[in-house]
């Protein structure tokens, strides 16, 4: 059954920056720091309708970070947000010793996130914050899936008490959710119902995992859930617990890299919960480099086209018909017959 | 040799005092350091034990306004000890101050103590404002605590701060002087524990942070330099601050203190090798005895 609808393209990015300024109306307490890159990342939205309350600290992302702490132990809800290869890698030590443990009250936004910041290359497309992000205690950790659920998610991590994480993207990218689609961090929206196999999938690829498993119906007759994780931290464990003893095999998709990311999320829970075959989607142990979004997604496999084809390779594991040595293989034809 | 280590559940008032009841004030701290990295066998001594003169008027001279029978108050001013490793002058002060018992001195750095080897605020030791160890994010979240204050509450509470000299290596220490600098943070009072001393030798061997005036003044603070070990100084200069911020001067101040590692004991006296080792036995009973003259 389909539960969405595509309403135009609009960037993540804005319903964070959206988000804040409406926020600032009704949080007084609520204050931003900014990192000379507030027109990119639209905390320029706050700057404008509450200059009083907005705060540059030029270039400085570890300072930046440790000011918001400041203010957080002050009784301040303070956000900070920078290009996510900045806001989660050069303040790491931040992040963890003053924000993380801390729990100050502090809201960081990853902004220019994975591969789709596209020409500014490969020093700027953060594609392994999440692996490190998820391993901080107390954090809680979104990536929404369209503009309106970042909207959303920056209001519930900014009216949440203690240390969180929202990562989001530069370019426009499909609108599917509505204003009914319910957001409550911890628990995963399932999109799409079906059995035979299910997708898991956050930010970006949410909606490539909704073309593939259309693809997959259309094609093979095959039933795929899917569902969008938009909290990676804390996980949502009976949905992923669901799936697998529902559909026996899942699909992960991110925009991020292989290793510790959504993938390993949802292996770790199946691991010690219901062992079934997992096919991850995601950047392959590598970095980006400069093109164009939609370039760089089809070069690094990032689109509906490799979901649909792990689907097929994890029903076949699932089904116990699936050759090891025939997977690359197998995976190639599969992109050369779409 | 015997030796029997107690604390005596001794509190000061917080009020304008003269410069021998500092001192006094000062030697029972360091007897509380000694006798709590004694029972704890690891943990820093030369560090605190060189900042007590400063903290003693600083906590029981009247010029940090808190309450010990409600940390949270928020009508108090802050303090951040940035250089966290100093942690065993902080908890004497905090038990000093009525925070907590004395006696809970005597679990610094054990299992399931409130006095972890760095300040942890998960612990919730009365009194702790923020988690610090890390070098220099004390002092970071000490300007944005300064400019919650100044800038968006609007009123006049005051926020103190201490970092070592050879803390000032870490990067994010020039970042946060930098902010307190061009927002005019006059309720901030960054004070260095100017001892020229770290791990691996003197500060200006290791990796010079040298001149510091300069530098400070450069980044728009009004820099004293002091003896921070004589009283009468680090009063006058403590009035100047305060005067400065009733007045609004729209400066950060920054106090440089020379002081000695290991002040008031012999053998620590201006050695970096005191950087991180606890006294053994023979060692503390002699410091004790020297504190107690």
Redesign the interface.
Known sequence: MKTYEKKGDKATRNGFGEALAELGDVMPELVVIGADVTGSVLTSFFQEKHPDRFFSVGVAEQNATTVAVGMALSGKVAVFSSYSAFSAFRNADQLRVSVCYNEANVKIGGAHSGITVGPDGATHQSLEELAFLRALPNLTLVSPCDYLEAKKATKAICEMAGPAFIRFGRPAVPMFTNDDTPFILGKANILREGNDVAIIACGLLVWQALLAAEKLQEVHGINARVINMHTIKPIDVQAIVDASLECKCIVTAEEHQVHGGLGGAVAEVTAKNSPVPIEIVGMKDTFGGSGEPFELIEKYGLTWKEIYASALVAIERKNGTFNKIRQVKDIASYHEGL | MDLKIEFEEKIFENKRRSPDEFKIIANTLRQDIIKSLLLAGSGHSGGPLGIADLMSVLYFGGYLNYNPHEPDW?DRD?FILSAGHMAPILYAVLARAGYFPASELATLRKFGSRLQGHP???VKLPGI???S??LG?GV??????????K???KDSKEVYSITGDGELQE??CW??A??AGT?GLDNFCWIVDNNDCQIDGRVKNVMSVYPLKEKFEAFGFTVFEIDGHNIVDIIATLDKFTRFHALRKGKPVCIIAKTFMGNGVSFMHDNYKWHGNPPNKEQAIKALEELSK
């Open positions: 928020k802050r942890g605020l998960d404002e923020t988690s160890g890390s994010q970071s979240i000490a300007v944005g605590m300064a400019m919650s204050h800038l968006v509450d990067g994010i970042e946060a930098m902010t927002y």
